[in-house]
């Protein structure tokens, strides 16, 4: 699983220890320049982003790349559950969204099911059937 990590220093450790114990190869930035660097660099971008969130601030200056994660599915964790800033994460268009003082294994749990075949619950084995 391709999978690019950021989250400030001293921000977010637990989860990126969490999320480094099951995701091996995983991409860590700890500043927003290296990785706006990396998105400019590689062309080839990463399945999915998670960005975990110190401050307002931060997330205003993440909204400025906004158009940078269109092509990767994004995990937002936000550091607070103010509706302000929760409106202003949807801005990044997450595929889930969370904050800081929430289980990590959340994220993981989340990062296995996006990265599973058909990113979701369908099991391929059952038959469907439609309505009339």
Do not use: W
Request: charged share 30%; aromatic share 6%; with cysteine.
């Amino acid at each position: 699983m391709d999978v690019l990590f950021y989250a400030p220093e001293r921000v977010g450790e637990d989860i990126q220890r969490t999320v480094s114990g099951v995701i091996p190869g995983l991409e860590v930035y700890r500043s927003m320049t290296a990785l706006a660097e990396r998105f400019r660099r590689i062309l080839e971008q990463p399945a999915i982003t998670v960005l975990v969130v110190r401050d307002r601030d931060e997330l205003e200056r993440l909204l400025t790349m906004r158009t940078t994660f269109r092509d990767t599915k994004t995990v937002l964790v936000l550091p607070d559950r103010r509706a302000e800033t929760v409106s202003r994460g949807h801005c990044l268009e997450p595929r889930f969204m969370t904050y800081l003082d929430q289980n990590p294994a959340e994220v993981v749990a989340v990062l296995a099911r996006m990265a599973s075949p058909g990113n979701g619950p369908r099991n391929p084995s059952r038959r469907q059937t439609s309505l009339p």
